[in-house]
């Protein structure tokens, strides 16, 4: 039989105000961070609060305030490490601000996306940061923002979004890696992404939907045809989706009488697989195949060779973003800005003149 003693029932604000000696209302000024209290009162009430061991109730709290104190994020995979070190700057900035973040997974699925913007809006979240999987598919994001929802767009711009938004050069940074590969004799370049089409081919940039993708792929096809070199829209491959998926696209590419000299990757979970099918093809990197990755993932700089790679400010993005949403919600209501953080390219062993 159980001898345990019966638990006591919760702590309530009028008992925190009756141990205090002050009035309930007072008493949920202090607990509830709004209103101006005295400093002595603000003590006695603390005090009580913790020696009774009182624990709010954030329901309540926000229905007195209109504040939950949360951020709502929405990503497209958070198993991919970019997303990871990006959560870890938005998380640091809402911790020092007094907000909390509720993260939600898409799974790159605007359907996905759409559910867990209902479900943060229905759990009051105060706020909303946001990387769109479909930048042409925003309508439900108009609507939180319209709904008073302040909302920051991250590492995904929108031109059919009028709000603040945090995105890297993308561009700017496939221009110069391919530039660099171009000068060391490559002409058979491909670009591989885990974005998709219907039919699982590439044809215009406006086939891809992620903004951060199509720009690099953009900057990429322009020095190519720069360069004079025809038809590259062919040595663009999509659909590397999962490490299964991802490792049947390299082989069949490797395999090709028409193999490509150099790879760029468009994310390290990415880079990582070309590493290994090269691995397990018997190619070597760079005498076989240049390759350079987007994002500095930790694996990059202990493989044998160790890999290039553009270094995005992915802590810096998720940091600036939750900034931006903070000004936001402490009442900044200047026009939307539009952030671009500049990238580096970190020159490492895998890139070499194309073999002959």
Known sequence: MDQSPPRSPSVTVADV???????????????????????????????????????????ARSMTTGRSG???????????????????????????????????NSGEDAEAEKAAIRTLLAKRVDGLIVSPAKESDVGHLREAARAGRPLVLLDRGSE?????????????????????????????????????????????????NTGSVRRRIQGFLGVCREAGLDGMEDRVHVGAVTP???????????????????????????????????????LSIPDDLSLVSFH???????????????RQPVYRLGETAAKLLVERLNGNHAEASRVVLQTKVIERASVAEAPV
């Not at 005295?38 to 329901?59: F, G, I, K």
């Not at 500095?296 to 553009?310: E, L």
Request: proline share 4%.
């Open 296 to 310: 500095d993932a930790d694996w990059t700089s202990v493989t044998t060779p160790p890999v290039t790679v553009v």
């Open 244 to 282: 299964e998926h991802t490792h049947r696209i390299v082989t069949g590419m490797l395999q090709s009488s028409q193999r490509p000299t150099a790879i760029i990757a468009s994310d390290s979970v990415i880079g990582l697989e070309v590493f290994k099918v090269c691995r397990a093809l018997g």
């Open 160 to 208: 059919m979004l009028d709000v603040d938004m945090v995105i890297a050069d993308d561009r700017h940074a496939a221009e110069g890696i391919t530039r660099r590969l171009i000068a060391l004799g490559h002409r058979r370049i491909a670009y591989l992404t885990a974005c998709d089409t219907p039919d699982h081919r590439f044809r215009t940039p406006s086939d891809i």
């Open 70 to 104: 949360t951020i709502g994020v929405v990503v497209g995979d958070i198993e991919n490490p970019f997303f990871s070190l990006a959560m870890r700057g938005i998380t640091d900035v809402a911790r020092q601000a007094g907000f909390t973040v509720v993260l939600i």
């Open 17 to 59: 105000a009756r141990k205090a000696g002050v009035s309930k209302a007072t008493a949920a000024r202090v607990l509830g961070g709004y209103g101006t209290v005295s400093d002595r009162v603000r003590d006695a009430v603390t005090a009580a609060a913790r020696a009774l061991d009182y624990q709010p109730n954030e329901l």
